[in-house]
């Protein structure tokens, strides 16, 4: 089975930053297209930004200017730079990627979904 599994969620005061990171299970995987997305209780599931293999990104207006996507193939990471963080991106944040095997065979696993990190912003 294909796994994602994020990271770098915690406690950071307003105006703090964080870098989240989510990593396939194994290390035969490229990251894909890719997005991070956030949940707060009682709340539809967000997407907060994305990147196409192409490497074109899109970020939701509330993060625009904050937070930057970006994945490193070399060592099968894909990440999420935030910054400027304020009380209202408290959420959970999971990671959605296309992930493809770099050893024969080259199956792409779409739409993995990792299990969350939380990140809560308050002094």
């Known amino acids: 089975q294909v796994h994602l599994m994020e990271s770098g969620g915690g406690l950071v005061q307003p105006g703090g930053s964080l870098r989240l990171s989510c990593a396939a299970s194994g290390t035969t995987f490229r990251f894909g297209a890719m997005g991070w997305y956030r949940q707060t209780p009682g709340k539809q599931r967000e997407l907060v930004t994305s990147i196409t293999n192409a490497g074109n990104t899109t970020y939701a207006d509330s993060v625009k200017g904050r937070f930057t996507i970006s994945r490193d193939n070399a060592n099968k990471m894909g990440y999420l730079e935030m910054n400027t963080l304020k009380p209202e991106d408290t959420a959970v944040y999971y990671c959605?990627?296309?992930?493809?095997?770099?050893?024969?065979?080259?199956?792409?696993?779409?739409?993995?979904w990792g299990q969350g990190t939380l990140v809560t912003v308050s002094s």
């Open positions: 959605k990627a296309d992930l493809t095997r770099t050893t024969w065979p080259r199956i792409t696993y779409s739409d993995i």
